[in-house]
C-alpha cells in the first residue's frame, strides 16, 4: 500500500534553514524561520519558565493521566488575560481545554466546527499556510478574502464583503494580533465595526490568538477579540503560548468556546474531548504545567510580562529603524512600523527574493515575509541596504 504514496512538496521554510546554515557568509541574516530571536540572535527559555520548570520537577509527585482536557489549571489560569479580569468567561458562558500548540486548537476548533455544520471556512488571504492545510485536510472548503491593501493596512472592503455575502456554515477565520505573516492588524476602530457586522450575520468566527502581548502589549492585544464576543452569541478561540512564553517545541495552547448560553457547554466540549481522544489522547503536560506555575505567582508572572515587554520592545525598536529608513529603492519600509509582531511582508518579488539571497546572504521566505526579530542593531542598515540593491 505504502508505495503508492507520492512524494510531497517540501516545507519551502525548513528547507531555508537548510540553505541558510549552509552559507559560509558570516554576514548572512536568518530573517525566515518564526521564532523570537534577542539582539544577539538567540531564542533562550524565558527565565520565569525555567524558574517555573524547576518548581515543577520538585513538586510534581505523579504523571498519570489527566484526561483529553489536560491542565484545566492552565487553561483557567490564562482566561483573565485573553477574556478580561472583569469577567474571564463571560458569565459561564466560556470553556476551554488544553491543546497541543496553537496548531492543535485550529485543528479542534475546525474539525468541531465541521461537526456542527460548519462547510466554508473564510480566510483573509494571505494567511498562516497551515490554516488552508488544515481545512483541507478535513475536508473543508476555503473561501478566501484580500487581506492587505497596498498601502501596508488592512483592506477593511475584502473583509466587509466577505461578512456581507456570508451564508450559513460559514466561519471567519481571524488573526487575533500580530498577522502572520503580514503584521497587519485591524485598529480598534475596524475591530469595532467587524464585531458590529458579526452581529447580524450568520458567520461563526473562530479567532487564532498565537502572538498575545507581542504587538502593543497583553492587554492592548486583547481588543479585537473581547470586542467580537461581547457583539456575537458564540465564538471559538484558539490560543498559543508557543511565542509569548517562548515554548514552542513544548507545544502548550488551548481551545476556548464561547455558548449561546452556558447550558450548552457541556455538550459542546463533549465533542471537543472526544476529538481530542481521536487525535493525540491527551496533549503533552510539560509546558502548560510550567504556564500555570507562572501565572499562579505573582513574581513569575511579573517576571514573564517583563520578559515579554522586552521582547516587544525590541522588535518595536526594529520596526521604527525600518520606518524611519523609509524608502529602500522602490520599497516603501514606513508601514512596517504601524504592522505588530514577528512578521512583515517586505514586497519583494520572487525573483528579488531570490536576488538578496545571493547577493546579500539575506533569508526570507518566498513570499518576502520577513521575521522581525531576525533583524538587530548590528545588521539591520545591511537589511535595508540590500533591499535597495535588489529593489532599485
Ligand atoms: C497565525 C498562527 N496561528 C497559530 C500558530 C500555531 O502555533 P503553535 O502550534 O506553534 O502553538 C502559528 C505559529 O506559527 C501562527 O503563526
Partial sequence: MLDQLEQQPADALLALIKLHNADPRSDKIDLGVGVYR????????FGAIKTAERILVDTQDSKAYL???GDMGFVAALMPYIFGKDSPDMGGRIEGMQTPGGTGS?????????????KRIVVGNPSWPNHAQICRDLGLDVAEFNHASPDGTADMAGVRKAIAEAQAGDVLML????????????TQGEWDEIAGMLAGSPMLPLIDMAYQGLGHGMEQDAYGLRRVLVSVPEALISYSCDKNFGLYRDRVGALYVMARDAGDLPAIMSHGHALARANWSQPPDHGGA???????????????????????TRMRQMRERLAAAGQAGSIDLAPMGQQNGLFSIVGLTGEQVLAI??????????SSRINIAGLTSGNIDKFIDAVADVAG
Fill in 106 to 118: 485550529l485543528r479542534l476548533a475546525l474539525a468541531m466546527a465541521k461537526r456542527a455544520g460548519a
Fill in 67 to 69: 484526561g483529553p482536557e
Fill in 357 to 366: 539571497r545571493e547577493k546579500h546572504g539575506v533569508y526570507m521566505a518566498g
Fill in 175 to 186: 488573526h487575533g494580533c500580530c498577522h502572520n505573516p503580514t503584521g497587519i492588524d485591524y
Fill in 290 to 312: 510550567a504556564v500555570r506555575i507562572v501565572l499562579e505567582d505573582e513574581k513569575l508572572t511579573a517576571q514573564w510580562l517583563d520578559e515579554l515587554d522586552q521582547m516587544r
Fill in 38 to 45: 534577542t539582539g544577539q540572535g538567540e531564542t533562550p527559555v
